[in-house]
């Protein structure tokens, strides 16, 4: 496939007015994603040496992103993207200063996890608002499966550039610096994006004899893709608190950055490729087939030897990513109401983010108790439960599409 084949149908995408700026602005906005959890880990690392409390605290600021993002997403699906996104990013900034300044000043540890807390909080879920306004500018299927596999690649390239970089900051520089950096880009995307109000979608204000949103936004299909990604996330959670140790264990912490950046970039590739592939079969039978295989793929992990060996098996476990988050996100995307769009979307990463909690936490007591090199087993567990997961609930995507709710059309456009 050549590379013209690959890039025209992203590049078309582009000619939707103010797309660059919103995909560009979602972009920045996301870049805490990898930076604060990695962050955390090596922030409180650094001033306690205990990789389990990092684990603990960096879980716990993932959890309560989890627990808010849709809250947040369900009042922007009411009220507009624009003047919720002002309100959270400035609470995201005033908490994320107070939360290193505790750890960094030694307050108590009860202090360090409330901080925590009250910083995930305040965080939206970015890539389902951009997403969402995706969703609102393309009718056509095919185009949404683009975008939205576009998206997965900015989540890659994310992940690529926030793990080097927080760990270059934290490490060549100062462990708070790269916490902080993580903090002021995504205040800076957040409110970049809340400026752009023409490509908002369309406001649906709460109509009392249509069916509850909450509902629409939880059916079965979004719930099971949700519950799988919370195994998803779990992977990601501990692989960065595994990296982090094996890497300092091997004498090159520097390097941990490199591994992420690098497993990342596995899914970068096959997400640019997934996006413009016209594979046979249903959404619902392309989901349970990369679950499958993300689930397969991740049990390369158990070799893991060197950093060398890391790299070259993180590169093709990386391979699976991008392909079992984008077709769960289509599917989703294609059974509920546009006016619990964001809301849905908000749900499938929260479940991402609940798995990154316990990945992290379970991660960090397994490194603590047994090493970084014998820990490597909790990622390539969680990603084959991932895959039993999603093959426990194939029955449920057998139900039909959601009705679309008052207020908008079956193509998708308000």
Do not use: K
């Not at 084949?5 to 602005?25: D, H, I, K, M």
């Not at 609102?136 to 550039?161: C, I, K, S």
Request: hydrophobic fraction near 55%; proline fraction near 7%; glycine fraction near 12%.
């Amino acid at each position: 496939m050549s590379p013209r084949t690959v890039f025209s149908p992203y590049a078309r995408l582009f000619a939707v007015p103010g797309s660059v700026a919103f995909s560009f602005a979602g972009w920045v906005a996301r870049l805490p994603i990898p930076m604060l959890g990695l962050g955390a880990v090596l922030l409180v690392a650094a001033e306690t040496g205990s990789y389990g409390l990092a684990g603990a605290v960096s879980g716990t600021l993932a959890l309560s992103f989890s627990i808010a993002s849709p809250q947040w997403a369900r009042a922007m699906d009411r009220r507009g993207q624009g003047a919720v996104l002002r309100v959270a990013m400035t609470g995201y900034l005033v908490s994320g200063v107070a939360f290193v300044a505790a750890v960094t000043a030694g307050a108590p540890l009860w202090t360090w996890f409330v901080l925590a807390a009250a910083c995930g909080a305040s965080g939206p879920n970015i890539g389902s608002l951009v997403r969402g306004r995706w969703a609102e500018a393309l009718a056509d299927p095919a185009r949404r499966q683009t975008a939205f596999a576009l998206e997965a690649v900015v989540d890659e390239v994310v992940f690529v550039v926030g793990p080097p970089l927080v760990t270059l900051l934290a490490t060549l520089v100062a462990p708070p610096v790269g916490f902080l950096t993580g903090i002021a880009l995504g205040t800076l995307g957040g409110l970049w994006l809340a400026r752009q109000g023409a490509t908002e979608p369309a406001v649906h204000p709460a109509d009392p004899a249509a069916p509850s949103r909450r509902w629409a936004a939880l059916n079965a299909t979004v719930l099971l893709v949700a519950t799988t990604y919370v195994a998803v996330g779990a992977v990601f959670g501990a692989m960065d608190v595994v990296v982090v140790g094996f890497a300092d264990e091997e004498g090159a912490p520097a390097l941990a950055g490199v591994a992420l950046a690098v497993y990342a970039g596995g899914s970068l590739v096959a997400g640019l490729l997934y996006g413009v592939v016209r594979l046979p079969g249903t959404l619902a039978t392309r989901f349970l087939a990369t679950a499958v295989v993300f689930g397969l793929a991740a049990q390369l992990l158990w070799g893991v030897g060197s950093l060398t060996v890391l790299v070259a098996t993180g590169f093709l476990a990386g391979l699976s990513i991008a392909p079992v988050l984008v077709s769960g996100t289509s599917l989703a995307e294609s059974r509920v109401p546009r006016a619990a769009l964001t809301e849905a979307l908000s749900w499938t990463t929260t479940g991402l983010t609940l798995g990154v909690t316990a990945g992290s936490a379970l991660a960090g007591a397994a490194v603590d108790a047994w090493g970084a090199e014998p820990a490597f087993a909790v990622p390539a567990l969680a990603a084959a439960l991932s895959a039993l997961v999603a093959l426990a609930g194939a029955p449920l995507l057998r139900a039909r599409p959601a009705p679309v709710l008052a207020g908008t059309a079956p193509g998708g456009v308000a």
